[in-house]
């Protein structure tokens, strides 16, 4: 200490045993209430359990006392009971506390979230998490207990899972019954996964004769018939009948009334593809169980007093007749309609014969005179409805069997004539539509009397209320109208007049289906006297305060034109015309009649042409105004307006509109709403069509800079009209943008080819194309092959057809070099790409293709011989259209080679290498000759192997299809020695 040095340490007392931690000392007291006595050497597995009905021991009050001081210090003692009331007092105050009773043991809720049983505090208890599970018997799984109705995923607890488990249950299901098997394939394919759905249906349809008729049928029919089925399950569960009659077959019969009375409602239905699915399954079971079955299960049902039963039933019928034959039906049918005893029999009858007309079409035609004469009695049958059945019966018979079988209604049209002067209301509509039908069919000088007295008819009719009736009369009018013999004049004067002031009024417009068939009418009109008078009419309605009204106007006017045309007005007819379009074109408040107007004042003014010169500078001051609007939809209508009236206003000779459009258009690139900014761009594409780009204003350069933030734009239609746009400046002003802009516009067209919409993505790659040629092909190239790399295959092959279209702009020698030094990269997708782009090149290019054969080869060669099946099926397709291409170019040689290494690839399993192979064979035998691949086939024909035989008979056989005349002279013939002066048997020249 004297010198500054530290004294030194006593020395640390030896240690016994090992060394010790910190963290291993305690206090004393701790120590002795933790440490165990060292005698007992115990485990907590050693110690006995825990008994329910075992009181503890009372301790004494000096303990508890101990325990609560050594609490209150805190010294780490663990109580071993609960806290009594005498406690609580000694640690809190007694007064401002309130005691409560303790509450229950605690009870798990759980919920029912995603597929799974999750408790309250968010673990899944069924597939989330690790859990040991209880046993359960195969009856509890079928039972849906253990967490799986029946091993299909369902939710226990769930209406459908309980629906299950309630018929499973019903009637004691056994554990491997087949009828557990038919409920739980049923449920799958009701409500299981898509990958379930397909096995499911797999096995109904393989195990279905197994199963049985009955228990299958026991089980589907009343599944359909259930109240809360959706539409999707109908549709899945009536593929399930489908698929199941074609495997049952003749054990159907028994139950074909069952079926029917579940599908026959299908073939009413709202849903087209419901009553397509229909009439498939009972085509299947009509096909199934045979004419005789058929005609048993529905003969009750024909003279049904219920009409919905009888229309069904009628339908039904007629699904049978397109299945076997209506010649099979008619015996029936010819028994049924002459029956005396119901009305309701007749009726059904003739009802089976319309329908049947309506479903097969010209297809009647063979059966159309032996129908009619079972239709033609019932014309003077004693009951009104059988009466009008065999009225629309013979109209649809003589629509389906339009132009042909006029000969055949010659009997009916005195009963149809005699119809048409005695009867009223709805009996006589269905005359009038028969009689209008027949008549053009006929081919006489009587037409043109029947069609006045039916056009007489129809004039009297026109004023009537029922809407029915109406229709009627027009078809009528209609079809009068098409017969070369009816008279103009009388149309022109009687009819024309009384249709124009009875039909163009707003109770009419408002009615959607008669509008349309008065635009019908009118239009039909307009071809046989003329569209003058009818186009004063139609201006007047574009005119009127009801937006129906100038909607009927704008239809008809859409449908007269082109044709009948607009040819035989006068300008003051022109100029009422378009002054209400104009009119209407302003007033239109219906969104859903915007595209409607676009096309009508658009053929208006095609038809115009130059006539509508005067009226240009009106139209486009309207289409400036409506371009500001405020609304969206305005805009959109205005931009698609002007794009179509570009090419007018170029006949027109009007540049100073067109640069204006071009200014105004490009003021507004800057369109928040990406549909009128698709048709802003798509005006200013015709705009630079129409006045080149040297002529364009604004200038290209200005035009190009404001597109390159734009095609960053991933909406379809402006991602399609702005590729378009600078497609169109690559090709006709490539010189005006630098290189380099080019180079970074190529990069941005990468992404469209991910494009999900084909027009953009074709929009894109001939973009390239175009680029190619301004700025020369190797940075494109370079920037395409790189693309290859990408995984997306849809990218891949976008960039391969860009490839080619390259190389067809710039010539192919200035592409194949780099391609062919790609494919040296040993990366399946490049070499893949390289490959594509060789087959859609040579599928471009055709016959230029003969200069660069001899370079490809080694490399489809290469190909050919690889291990990766893409790698043979592409080469395949190039060898295809390298053979088609080059087809008598003198390239036989390499073809040859070609097929040398293509042909063992024929025993190839890959259902897609076996078509490219196959197809690449074919395309060979044009190129090479039918007679070279017959010397390939004939060795392996006779095989002893059943595989090589099959691969070599089925090229035989699409060889022998198409060149059957040419093979002749090169099939093998008999061995024949040749006579002394050397020469052949004739038959063999012959052969």
């Given amino acids: ?281 009972i085509s299947n079971l009509a096909k199934a169980a045979g004419i005789a079955s058929m005609i048993a299960s529905m003969r009750p049902d024909i003279d049904n007093p219920d009409e919905y039963v009888r229309n069904t039933t009628a339908r039904a019928f007629s699904v049978v007749a397109s299945a076997l034959g209506i010649s099979s039906l008619l015996p029936f049918l010819k028994a049924v309609c002459r029956s005396k005893k119901s009305w309701q029999a007749r009726h059904t009858g003739i009802k089976v014969i319309q329908q049947t007309s309506i479903l097969v079409g010209c297809g009647v035609l063979p059966h159309l005179r032996a129908m009619l004469e079972i ?74 009397v029947y069609a006045k007295g039916i056009m007489e008819v129809c004039l009297r009719e026109f004023r009537s209320t029922d809407d029915e009736m109406r229709r009627s009369t027009l078809q009528a009018l209609r079809n009068c109208i098409s017969c070369e013999q009816v008279d103009k004049e009388y149309l022109s004067t009687t009819i024309m007049p009384p249709f124009l002031q009875l039909f163009w009024v707003q109770r009419t417009a408002i009615d959607r289906r008669m509008s349309q068939a008065v635009a019908e009418t009118t239009v039909s009109l307009a071809g046989c006297v003329g569209c003058k008078e009818i186009m004063a009419t139609v201006a007047k309605s574009l005119k009127d305060n009801n937006e129906w009204c100038r909607k009927m106007g704008l239809e ?134 129409a006045l080149g780009v040297a002529d364009m204003s604004p200038p290209i350069k ?66 390239f194309g175009y680029i190619a040629q301004a700025v020369g092909p190797q940075d494109v190239l370079s920037t395409l092959l790189n693309n290859l790399k990408v995984q997306e295959r849809q990218n891949r092959v976008c960039t391969t057809v860009a490839i080619a279209i390259v190389a067809e702009s710039c010539s192919p020698f200035t592409v194949l070099p780099a391609l062919i030094n790609e494919y040296r990269t040993p990366e399946i997708n490049i070499q893949n790409g390289v490959l594509k782009s060789l087959s859609f090149l040579f599928e471009y290019i055709g016959e230029a293709g003969k200069d660069y054969v001899y370079a490809v080869t080694p490399l489809l060669v290469d190909a050919l011989v690889d291990r990766d099946p893409v790698h043979r099926q592409i080469a395949s397709n190039a060898i295809r259209h390298i053979s088609l291409g080059v087809s008598y170019l003198g390239c036989e040689d390499a073809l040859l080679h070609m097929l040398n290494y293509l042909w063992p690839n024929i025993f190839e399993s890959s259902p897609h290498v076996i078509i490219a192979v196959s197809e690449a064979i074919t395309s060979l035998q044009y190129s090479v000759g039918p007679g070279v691949v017959l010397r390939y086939l004939m060795q392996g024909l006779f095989h002893p192997s059943r595989d090589v035989r099959q691969s070599y008979w089925r090229l035989f056989n699409d060889l022998f299809i198409a060149w059957q005349d040419a093979l002749g002279a090169f099939y093998p013939g008999p061995v024949r020695r040749c006579t002394a002066h050397g020469s052949h048997f004739d038959l063999d020249v012959f052969v």
């Fill in 702 to 767: 200005d035009l190009f800079q404001r597109l390159l933030p734009i095609l960053k734009n991933r909406h379809e239609k402006v991602q399609e009209n702005c590729i378009n746009l600078v497609g169109i400046v690559a090709r006709e002003g490539a010189e005006i943008v630098s290189a380099r802009e080019w180079i970074r516009v190529c990069f941005e067209l990468l992404d469209s080819l991910k494009a999900p919409k084909k027009r953009i993505r074709r929009a894109a790659v001939n973009t």
């Fill in 1 to 281: 200490m004297s010198h500054g040095m530290a004294a030194p340490l006593p020395a640390a007392p030896a240690r016994e045993g090992p060394r010790r931690s910190k963290w291993d000392e305690a206090t004393p007291k701790q120590e002795e209430v933790a440490r165990p006595p060292a005698s007992s050497k115990r485990s907590k597995w050693d110690a006995p359990a825990p008994q329910a009905d075992v009181k503890q021991q009372e301790e004494p009050d000096h303990v508890v006392e101990e325990q609560i001081e050594h609490a209150r210090r805190g010294d780490g003692v663990r109580l071993a009971k609960y806290t009594t009331l005498e406690e609580l007092d000694l640690v809190l105050p007694s007064k401002g506390y309130e005691v409560l009773v303790p509450p229950g043991p605690p009870k798990k809720r759980r919920k029912v979230l995603q597929g799974a049983e999750v408790e309250e505090n968010g673990q899944a208890d069924d597939g989330l998490c690790f859990r040991i599970g209880e046993e359960v018997t195969d009856r509890e799984r079928l039972l849906g207990k253990g967490g799986d109705a029946a091993g299909l995923g369902t939710v226990p607890g769930d209406p459908r899972t309980l629906e299950l488990q309630d018929k499973l249950g019903a009637a004691g299901v056994e554990e491997d019954s087949v009828d557990a098997s038919i409920l739980k394939l049923l449920w799958k394919v009701r409500t299981g996964t898509p990958h379930q759905r397909k096995n499911a249906l797999r096995q109904l349809s393989d195990r279905a004769r197994s199963f049985g008729a009955n228990a299958l049928l026991t089980h589907l029919l009343p599944m359909l018939m259930d109240p809360a089925l959706e539409e999707h399950e109908r549709h899945l569960l009536v593929k399930v009948v489908d698929r199941v009659l074609l495997r049952l077959d003749e054990l159907v019969r028994p139950f074909v009334h069952q079926i029917l009375v579940v599908i026959e409602p299908l073939l009413i239905d709202e849903d087209y593809y419901a009553r397509v699915e229909g009439r498939q399954v």
């Fill in 556 to 689: 008809t006017l859409d449908k007269m034109l082109p044709e009948p045309g607009i040819a035989d007005l006068d300008l003051r007819a022109e100029e009422l015309l378009l002054d209400g379009v104009l009119f209407a074109f302003q007033e239109q408040v219906s969104e859903g009649a915007f595209s409607l107007f676009v096309k009508a004042f658009t053929k208006l003014l095609v038809a115009l042409q130059t006539r509508a010169k005067p009226y240009l500078p009106q139209i486009c001051g309207i289409l400036k105004w409506r371009l500001n609007h405020k609304s969206a939809t305005v805009r959109l209508q205005a931009a698609d307006l002007i794009g179509n009236i570009i090419p007018i206003l170029k006949i027109c000779h009007e540049e100073e509109l067109l640069r204006h459009f071009g200014v105004i258009l490009y003021e507004y690139l800057g369109e928040e709403y990406p549909d009128v900014l698709g048709s802003t761009l798509n005006a200013l594409c015709e705009v630079v069509r």
């Fill in 375 to 448: 239709v033609e009695p019932c014309l003077l049958d004693e009951n009104v409805k059988v009466r009008t059945v065999s009225a629309l019966a013979i109209g649809a018979l003589a629509e389906a069997a339009a132009p042909y079988g006029g000969e055949s209604f010659e009997n009916v049209l005195s009963p149809l004539w005699e119809g048409l002067q005695l009867h009223r209301g709805k009996v006589l509509s269905a005359f009038i539509k028969a009689a209008s039908f027949v008549l053009p069919l006929l081919d006489h000088s009587e037409v043109a």
